[in-house]
């Protein structure tokens, strides 16, 4: 067969590129095992430490631990460099790129990088968001984990523990998800024999696209745009109707009811403080999957993690623009996991294209 003949996946859809045992993401079931075990388990008995232990070394250890690290000299330097009103997905992805660099992050990717690099990227985006206020970075408490750590260098106070509990359970439900866009990314990155300091990087880059992990804060602002409950279905027509998505729903690979939502629902109903934002997400919900299923009757576009994550990060308290960066340190455990099996497997990833330029011709005269 010529490659003229050769069926082409436009954006791979159904391509099934590789083998992975970190996460099964069955999409007709909604189902998502981390290797193995189902998430509404981990979510409700597991911590964020555990799981990245887990995707790193395959062994499930309740002693596991995980505490912010620290943000190295030069890399703050870059730090106070940057706009303050940069997007905080490009200073994470710059202070990423910055970590590498004083480091000396080398082939092949190593379990000890990958357990620095997440450790970093909180004190990271913590320092940022202070810089851009004005205000000094706070050390990080080799003490508190990952996600109270965070929530202590953002604000220079610690969490309330259930606030603590909540950003932990949105990071075990976002750290892992197969081979969607930011984690192919990072795999092509390090497939050749690039460091997982750069892989990272171009990992974030894929996040940041609201079509991947941009939609948590689009979430709030469509809630907030379409005004009352009783207005929500007129706003939410008018919105197909021009050809618009609605964040929050669909997803390449569940046809079913993403488990992650349903994890982080059950986490949202628990944050007593955010109880009126999360009614009127809830009713909108209703509404909305009901305006999908008449609109798209043969593909059905059911609620995505994104939603509920908008609940979980609006109750902890978090600012919209933080939230695709919060997502992002979630996913690091599974990005760096995913280096790890690329580096295991050592294989070039290199797909062919069909050329469909013109004909060999002349240049003109
Ligand atoms: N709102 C309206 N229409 C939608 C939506 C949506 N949320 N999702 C899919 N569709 C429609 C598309 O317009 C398209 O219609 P068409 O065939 O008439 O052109 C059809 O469904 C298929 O869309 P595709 O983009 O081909 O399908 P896919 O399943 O690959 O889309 C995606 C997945 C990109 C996530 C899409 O559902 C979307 O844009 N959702 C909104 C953004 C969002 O919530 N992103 C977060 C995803 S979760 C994550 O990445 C962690």
């Not at 391509?15 to 992975?20: P, Y």
């Not at 190593?110 to 004005?134: D, N």
């Not at 109880?275 to 909305?288: C, G």
Request: negative net charge; contains cysteine; aromatic residues 8%.
């Amino acid at each position: 067969m010529n490659d003229a003949q050769q069926a082409i996946a436009p954006g791979l859809k159904g391509v099934v590129a590789g083998e992975t045992a970190l996460a099964l993401v069955d999409g007709g079931a909604g189902r998502l095992l981390y290797r193995g075990y189902p998430i509404g388990e981990v979510v409700e008995h597991g911590t964020y430490a555990q799981v990245a232990e887990l995707l790193w070394t395959d062994t499930w250890d309740p002693e596991a631990t995980l505490a912010c690290g620290p943000v190295p000299a030069e890399v703050l330097d870059v730090l106070r460099r940057i706009p303050t009103h940069a997007n905080a997905m490009d200073a994470l992805r710059t202070a990423v790129s910055a970590w590498g660099a004083v480091h000396g992050v080398l082939w092949p990717p190593t379990v000890e990088q990958a357990r620095a690099l997440t450790a970093f990227a909180p004190s990271a985006l913590a320092a940022f968001a202070r810089l851009r206020e004005g205000l000094e970075p706070i050390e990080p408490d080799p003490s508190l984990g990952l996600a109270e750590g965070f929530l202590t260098q953002l604000r220079g106070a610690r969490p309330d523990p259930a606030a603590a509990r909540a950003l932990d359970a949105y990071f075990m439900v976002g750290a892992e998800h197969g081979f969607n866009a930011s984690t192919f990314a990072a795999r092509v990155i390090v497939s050749t024999h690039s460091d997982m300091a750069s892989a990272v990087v171009g990992a974030i880059g894929a996040l940041k696209g609201p079509w991947h992990g941009g939609a948590p804060a689009e979430v709030v602002d469509q809630l907030h745009e379409m005004g009352s409950i009783d207005q929500a279905e007129d706003w939410i027509r008018g919105t197909l109707a021009r050809g618009e998505r609605l964040m929050g729903f669909g997803h390449r690979v569940y046809r079913a009811y993403d488990p992650r939502a349903a994890a982080l629902r059950r986490v949202a109903e628990s944050q007593s403080h955010a109880a009126d934002w999360l009614e009127k997400a809830m009713a909108v919900e209703e509404i909305a999957l009901r305006v999908l299923a008449e609109f798209k009757p043969d593909y059905p576009i059911k609620t995505n993690v994104e939603y509920y994550a908008a609940a979980v990060l609006q109750g902890v308290g978090l600012p919209p623009n933080l939230f695709p960066a919060t997502f992002a340190l979630a996913r690091h455990a599974g990005w760096t996991a995913h280096c790890l099996e690329q580096g295991e497997v050592d294989v070039l990833i290199r797909p062919d294209v069909r050329y469909v330029g013109p004909a060999e011709r002349s240049l003109p005269a």
